[in-house]
C-alpha cells in the first residue's frame, strides 16, 4: 500500500527487536520483486555493534537499504542511561565505524546492496544544540559520506515540549552549524504529544529540512507520529503536490483501519468520515452554491481554481464523490434536499418548492431521529410530490394517456386517462384558457374547487432507474392561501407538464398534512422468484402452552441464593391470600383510561396489578435509566396499547430486534405486516408475563394478520424487497419461538430463517442504503449463521456471495461481524464431521476434521483476546455481593451485547473441542486403521499417534470445563432477583446453557447446575423458550 501511495523510503522493521521483526525482513529481502527496484529500505536499531550487526543481516541483499542508527543527546536521558557526553561521543563514532566495515567497506555485500546511514539524534529537541553537533560531526567523519551519497541526520522530537516555531530555529541552528552541509541531508522525526506534529514538520521545512519521517494518519507511539497524510494534503491545498497518490483516500483509509486494527477519527484531517462533510444548513447552502457556480464557469470552458467555502480541497480529488459532502440532518434547512436532487438526478427545484421541501426533509429527519440517507431524501420527494415512483411511473406510462388539443391558444381541451395510485384509475375531462387550468378541471375530484395550477419548471433529467431521456415537470397548485406542488416524468414533455399537475392535485387530497407526506412508505423495486416463501399457520394448540404451565416450586439451594417471595406458604396462610384474591377479582372492573409505568435496568421491571385503573411496574432499585410514563385518556383498546408497550419498552430493548425501538410511529402503528407481527408478539409475550391463555387467543388473532400481510408483501414485487416486510419476518419467527413448544418451535425458528436466506436475496445490495436495512441484514445474517451451526448444515452459498458483495458496508468494527467467518466454517466443519458419521471408509477426513477443528479454536481464542476493552469481562471482587455464583465466580459484563458476545465464542468454542474429542475418539477406537496414513500396513508410528489424540482429548476436556466455568459464572446477574425487574435479558442466556447442558465433556456438577438454571427461566423468569429446552435436556439424561 505504502508503494502505491508512492513511498520510496520505507521504515520496514527493527530487527533486533524480536524474531519476527528479523524473519519479516528477510521475507521481503528474499522475496522476488516484493521491494520494487526505486524503494529503500530501512531498519532501525540503537547504537550497539550487536543490535547493528542483526540489522546488516537482516537487509542483507536488498537492492537499496538503509540502516538508521540512534543515540540520546539530551542531558536528561543521558544521566539516567549513565553516559557521559564523551562516552556517548566515543560510542557513536566506534558503532558507526564498525557499521561502515559490515556494509559499504564490505566488497561483497557493498556489490549487492546500495548502503545509506541515517543518524538519529534522539529528543534533539531538549538537546544541547553544540553537543547534537559534536556527535554529529564524530559520525560523519566515521561515516564518510559525500555529495553523491549524503548521510541522514535525523532530528528528532522524541516528546514534544515547545511550540513548533523553537523547533524550526532548532533546526535552522543545527543547519547553519554543519561543517559540510552537501554531504548530510536534514530528517524531522516529530511526534505529536502536544498535537502539534504537523505543524512542527511544516515550519521544520522551511526551516531547511529535506525530509519528513512520519505514519500514515499520526500511528505510533504515545499520540502517535506526525500524520503523513494530513501533512501531504497540507502541502496539496497550498499549490505544492507532495509526490504522493491519494486519489483513492478512502480506500487507503480501509486498508489501514483493517491492516492494523486501528481506527481513524472520525474527525480526522481530510481522511475522516465527517472531514469533507457539512452538516450546518448555512454551510450546506453556500456549498451548493458554490459548486453550482464552478460547475456554470467549467461549462462555459474556463477552469476556476478551487475556493468553495468550507472545502479546503476538491473531495474529488482524494476520491471522495461530490454527493457525499453534505449530510441530510433537522439541521439542513433547504440546501441539503436541494442538493441531493441536483446531485442525483440534475434537477433544480424553485426557490419556493426549496423551502417547502426542506421543512419535509427536517420534520422526516425529527421523526426518525436521526439523519436520512441521498435516497431516502429522493424517497420523500417522491412521496411528498409525486403520484408513484419514478420506475413506476416509467412502467405506467400506457396508463397515463391524455390528449391535449389546442384550439387557437385560446382555449385548451384535456381528455384521457391516468392512474394516480395502484389500481386506481381516473378519467379526466375539462377544457380551460391554457392547458394546467384544463387538466385541473378535468379532474373529478376537483369539481366545484376553486383552485388555480400553474407549471413551474420542466427540464431533462437523469433518474437511474429509467435508462431513456425523461422530461421532469414541477407544478403548483393554489386553493385558497394554500399552495401545493407536483412533479412527474414522462418522455413526452407536455405529458410529464399535465401530470405534474395531476400530481400536485392528487397529493394535496390524498396527505393534507405535511406530516403523513413526510412519513409516507416508500416501496422499493425489484422482483425475483417468491415461490420460496410460505408461512404456515400453526397456532391451533398454542393456548396450551400457557394453560398447562406447571405451577412454579422453589429450587434448590445451590442455584437459589435469595429467599423467593413465591415461597410456599403454611396453609392458613395460603387461604386467606386465595380469599383475598378472590375478593379483588369481584371488585374489578374494566379500565376506560389507565396508567402505565415502565421503569428499570434495560427499560424492564415485572407486570403486576395495583388496582383498577392502573398497571404499574416495580422498577429495579439499581435502575440507571429513567422511568417512562405513557397515559391514556379514553382508550379504545387499552389492553392492546398496554400489550405493545411492554413489548417496544420491556421486552425486545434486550433482544436483536431493538433497532425497533427507533422507527418512527407511522411504520410501528400503520396498517402493514410490520404492525401485525409486533402486536401478534406484544399479547405473546404479556400473555406469558400474567399467566392469560385469553391474551394467547388475541395473539393468535394479530398472528394471523400478520401471515396474511406478509404473504400479501412477498407476493408483491415492490412490497416484498421493504424493509419492514423483512422485520415481518423476523418478527414471525420470534413469535413462534414464544409461543410453539419444543421441537416445532425450533423447526419453525428455522423454517422462517432460512426463508430469509432468499428473502435476502431478493433485496439485493441495496438493502443496506438504509440504517434500517443495515441491522436487518445483520440481524437476518446472524440468524442464518446460528441456526446453520446448530444444525450442522454448511451456510447457504448464495448468502455468502451476498455477505461479501456487502460486506465494505458494514461496520468492520462491530466485533459480532468479526465472528461472522468463524461461524461460517463451524457450519461447514460440522456438516463434513455430521457426514462422517456415516461413512465409515474415510480414513484420512477424520484427522482432517480435527486439524481444521483445532485450528479453528485457536482462531475463536485469539479472537475473545483481541477483543475491544469496552466489552471485557472482568470477576466480581471477593467481597462484593453477588446475586448468583458458581464455584465462587461471578462475572460482570459492560453490557447485555457484550454478555451475548463472549458466551457466542464459548458455544463455538464448545461445539469445537466437542468435535474434536468425538472423532479424535473414533480415531483411537478405530486404531491403526486410521493411524496408518500410506496404508502400508506398518504400524510404528502408531504409538505416538496414540499419545498425540491422547492429549488432543485431555485438551478438549479441560477447554470445555474451563467454558462452562465461564458460561455458569455469567448467569447470577440475569437470573437473580427474578421478582423486581423484567427478565426478557435472561433469554440470552438459553441457548449458552442448553449448549453446556448437552455437551458430553460438561462436568456432572456443572451439567446439573446449568438444567437447574434453564429450570429457573422456565419457572420463576417465565421464559418461555426454556420449556423445551429444559424437557430436551433432561429427557437425554440418561445419555449421561
Given at each position: ?15 533486533a ?15 522476488p520483486?516484493?521491494?520494487?527496484d526505486a ?15 542483526r540489522t ?5 541483499g ?48 557493498a556489490?549487492?546492496t ?8 534522539e529528543?534533539?529537541?531538549e538537546?544541547?544544540?553544540d553537543?547534537a ?18 548521510m ?13 516555531n ?21 530528517s ?17 521545512l ?14 505510533g507511539?504515545?499520540?502517535g507520529?506526525?500524520?503523513?497524510v ?15 497518490d ?16 486501528l ?8 481522511a ?22 464552478r ?20 473531495p ?8 457525499h ?10 440546501a441539503a ?26 420534520l422526516?429527519?425529527?421523526?426518525l ?7 431516502e ?21 400506457p ?51 376553486h ?7 420542466t ?11 425523461t ?18 416524468l414522462?418522455?413526452d414533455?407536455?405529458q ?16 393534507p ?6 412519513r409516507?412508505?416508500?416501496t ?14 400453526e ?12 405451577p ?8 437459589r ?6 415461597a410456599?406458604?403454611?396453609p ?29 435496568a ?5 407486570l ?10 416495580h ?24 400489550a ?18 427507533h ?47 406478509t404473504?400479501?408483501?412477498l ?18 419467527g ?5 409461543i ?22 431478493l ?5 443496506l ?9 445483520v440481524h437476518?445474517g ?12 454448511p ?22 461481524l ?8 463451524v ?5 463434513r464431521a ?7 471408509d ?26 475491544p ?23 460482570r ?9 463472549w458466551?457466542?465464542?464459548r ?10 474429542w ?33 492429549a ?8 470445555v ?20 425487574r423484567?427478565?426478557?435479558?435472561a433469554?440470552?442466556?438459553i ?27 422456565r ?8 420449556d ?13
Amino acid at each position: 500500500m505504502l508503494v502505491e501511495i508512492g513511498y520510496t523510503e520505507i521504515e520496514v522493521s527493527f530487527p533486533a527487536a524480536s524474531q519476527a521483526e528479523f524473519d519479516f525482513t528477510r521475507r521481503l529481502v528474499e522475496t522476488p520483486n516484493a521491494i520494487p527496484d526505486a524503494v529503500r529500505i530501512r531498519g532501525l536499531c540503537p547504537t550497539r555493534e550487536d543490535f547493528l550487526a542483526r540489522t546488516v543481516e537482516a537487509l542483507r541483499g536488498a537492492k537499496r537499504a538503509t540502516v538508521c542508527t540512534y543515540m540520546c543527546t539530551s542531558d536528561k536521558q543521558l544521566k539516567y542511561q549513565g553516559f557521559t557526553r564523551e562516552k556517548a561521543v566515543e560510542q557513536a563514532a566506534r558503532c558507526v565505524r564498525y557499521l561502515r566495515s559490515l556494509t559499504k567497506d564490505d566488497a561483497g555485500s557493498a556489490a549487492v546492496t546500495e548502503w545509506t546511514l541515517a543518524f538519529g539524534l534522539e529528543s534533539y529537541n531538549e538537546a544541547d544544540p553544540d553537543f547534537a553537533l559534536v556527535v554529529t560531526e564524530a559520525v560523519k567523519e566515521a561515516w564518510a559520506p559525500t555529495p553523491e551519497q549524503p548521510m541522514t541526520v535525523v532530528l528528532a522530537t522524541s516528546t514534544e515540549v515547545s511550540t513548533p516555531n523553537v523547533f524550526a530555529d532548532q533546526v535552522e541552528l543545527f543547519r547553519a552549524s554543519l561543517s559540510e552541509p552537501d554531504k548530510m541531508r536534514i530528517s524531522v522525526h516529530p511526534h505529536n504529544d502536544r498535537g502539534c506534529a504537523v505543524a512542527t514538520a511544516e515550519l521544520a521545512l522551511l526551516a531547511g529540512a529535506r525530509m519528513v519521517e512520519g505514519c500514515l494518519f499520526g500511528n505510533g507511539e504515545r499520540c502517535g507520529n506526525v500524520d503523513l497524510v494530513a501533512l501531504a494534503l497540507n502541502l496539496y491545498t497550498r499549490g505544492i503536490h507532495p509526490g504522493l497518490d491519494l486519489s483513492n483516500l478512502p480506500g487507503v483509509r480501509q486498508r489501514f483501519e483493517r491492516l492494523t486494527g486501528l481506527r481513524v477519527a472520525q474527525r480526522a484531517p481530510y481522511a475522516g468520515e465527517f472531514a469533507l462533510q457539512a452538516f450546518s444548513g448555512s454551510h450546506q447552502n453556500i456549498i451548493r452554491k458554490g459548486v453550482a457556480r464552478r460547475g456554470e464557469a467549467m461549462e462555459q470552458g474556463e477552469q476556476p481554481v478551487w475556493d468553495i467555502p468550507y472545502l479546503p480541497l476538491d473531495p474529488q480529488d482524494v476520491g471522495i464523490p461530490l454527493d457525499h459532502v453534505i449530510r441530510v440532518n433537522s439541521q439542513s434547512g433547504k440546501a441539503a434536499g436541494a442538493w441531493v436532487l441536483k446531485r442525483r438526478w440534475g434537477l433544480d427545484i424553485p426557490g419556493e418548492l426549496q423551502a417547502d421541501f426542506g421543512r419535509r426533509v427536517q420534520l422526516m429527519c425529527e421523526a426518525l431521529e436521526r439523519e436520512i440517507s441521498h435516497q431516502e431524501v429522493l424517497d420523500l420527494f417522491v412521496a411528498s410530490y409525486a403520484m408513484s415512483s419514478a420506475e413506476a411511473q416509467a412502467s405506467s406510462a400506457p396508463a397515463n394517456s391524455l390528449v391535449i388539443v389546442a384550439d387557437d391558444d385560446t382555449l385548451y381541451k384535456v381528455s384521457g386517462t391516468m392512474a394516480p395510485a395502484d389500481k386506481v384509475v381516473l378519467g379526466v375531462e375539462g377544457s380551460g384558457i391554457d392547458m394546467p387550468s384544463a387538466v385541473l378541471r378535468g379532474l373529478p375530484f376537483m369539481k366545484g374547487l376553486h383552485a388555480t395550477a400553474e407549471t413551474r419548471h420542466t427540464q431533462k433529467v437523469s433518474v437511474a432507474a429509467v435508462s431513456r431521456d425523461t422530461f421532469c415537470a414541477l407544478a403548483s397548485c393554489e386553493e385558497g392561501d394554500r399552495i401545493v406542488w407536483g412533479c412527474a416524468l414522462d418522455e413526452d414533455e407536455q405529458q410529464a407538464e399535465a401530470m405534474a399537475i395531476v400530481a400536485a392535485a392528487w397529493c394535496d387530497r390524498l396527505q393534507p398534512g405535511c406530516t403523513q407526506c413526510s412519513r409516507k412508505s416508500i416501496t422499493c423495486p425489484g422482483y425475483r422468484d417468491l415461490s420460496d416463501f410460505y408461512f404456515r399457520d400453526e397456532t391451533a394448540n398454542a393456548a396450551f402452552k400457557v394453560q398447562n404451565r406447571k405451577p412454579r416450586r422453589r429450587l434448590p439451594a445451590k442455584v437459589r441464593t435469595q429467599p423467593s417471595d413465591d415461597a410456599p406458604q403454611p396453609p392458613a396462610q395460603q387461604q386467606q391470600q386465595q380469599q383475598q384474591q378472590q375478593q379483588q377479582k369481584k371488585k374489578k372492573k374494566p379500565a376506560a383510561t389507565g396508567q402505565i409505568l415502565v421503569a428499570g435496568a434495560q427499560a424492564g421491571g415485572t407486570l403486576v396489578e395495583s388496582g383498577p385503573s392502573a398497571v404499574r411496574c416495580h422498577a429495579d432499585r439499581q435502575s440507571r435509566e429513567a422511568a417512562v410514563v405513557v397515559r391514556y385518556r379514553n382508550l379504545s383498546q387499552p389492553l392492546k396499547d398496554l400489550a405493545r408497550t411492554y413489548f417496544m419498552v420491556g421486552y425486545i430493548t434486550s433482544s436483536p430486534f431493538e433497532y425497533l425501538t427507533h422507527l418512527g410511529p407511522h411504520v410501528l402503528d400503520g396498517e402493514n405486516a410490520l404492525s401485525a407481527a409486533i402486536s401478534a408478539n406484544a399479547f405473546a409475550s404479556l400473555s406469558l408475563k400474567l399467566n392469560d391463555d385469553k391474551l394467547v387467543k388475541q395473539a393468535r388473532g394479530h398472528y394471523a394478520n400478520a401471515l396474511y400481510q406478509t404473504n400479501q408483501a412477498l407476493g408483491s414485487p415492490a412490497l416484498a424487497v421493504q424493509d419492514t416486510t423483512l422485520a415481518a419476518v423476523l418478527l414471525l419467527g420470534l413469535f413462534e419461538a414464544i409461543i410453539f413448544t419444543g421441537q416445532q418451535s425450533l423447526d419453525s425458528w428455522n423454517a422462517h430463517t432460512m426463508g430469509a436466506v432468499e428473502l435476502l436475496r431478493l433485496r439485493g445490495a441495496r438493502q443496506l442504503e438504509t440504517p434500517l436495512g443495515r441491522k436487518l441484514f445483520v440481524h437476518a445474517g446472524n440468524n442464518i449463521r446460528a441456526s446453520c451451526a446448530h444444525s450442522k448444515t454448511p451456510v447457504p452459498p448464495r448468502f455468502l456471495s451476498l455477505y461479501e458483495q456487502v460486506r465494505p458496508q458494514l461496520d468492520h468494527h462491530d466485533p459480532f461481524l468479526r465472528v461472522a467467518p468463524v461461524v461460517d466454517r463451524v457450519a461447514g466443519l460440522r456438516a463434513r464431521a455430521a457426514r462422517l458419521d456415516d461413512d465409515d471408509d474415510d480414513r484420512k477426513a477424520r484427522r482432517t476434521v480435527v486439524a481444521e477443528a483445532l485450528a479453528l479454536d485457536a482462531e475463536t481464542s485469539r479472537l475473545g483476546r483481541t477483543s475491544p476493552g469496552s466489552w471485557k469481562f472482568a470477576a466480581r471482587p471477593p467481597g462484593e455481593d453477588a446475586p448468583l455464583t458458581y464455584m465462587g465466580v461471578s462475572l460482570r459484563y459492560p453490557s447485555l451485547r457484550a454478555l451475548r458476545y463472549w458466551n457466542s465464542l464459548r458455544i463455538i468454542r464448545v461445539f469445537l473441542n466437542d468435535l474434536v474429542w468425538a472423532q479424535a475418539s473414533v480415531i483411537l477406537d478405530r486404531g491403526p486403521d486410521l493411524l496408518d496414513d500410506d496404508g502400508d500396513g506398518d504400524d510404528d508410528d502408531d504409538a505416538d499417534a496414540d499419545a498425540d489424540y491422547e492429549a488432543i482429548l485431555q485438551s478438549a476436556r479441560r477447554n470445555v470445563a474451563t467454558l462452562v466455568v465461564e458460561v455458569l459464572a455469567s448467569c447470577g446477574e440475569y437470573i437473580e432477583p427474578t421478582e423486581e425487574r423484567f427478565t426478557v435479558s435472561a433469554r440470552c442466556l438459553i441457548w449458552p446453557l442448553s449448549v453446556i447442558a448437552e455437551s458430553p465433556l460438561t462436568p456432572h456438577d456443572a451439567r446439573r447446575f446449568a438444567v437447574d438454571c434453564l429450570e429457573r427461566l422456565r419457572q420463576d423468569c417465565r421464559i418461555p423458550q426454556a420449556d423445551g429446552v429444559e424437557t430436551h435436556v433432561r429427557g437425554i439424561r440418561g445419555d449421561w
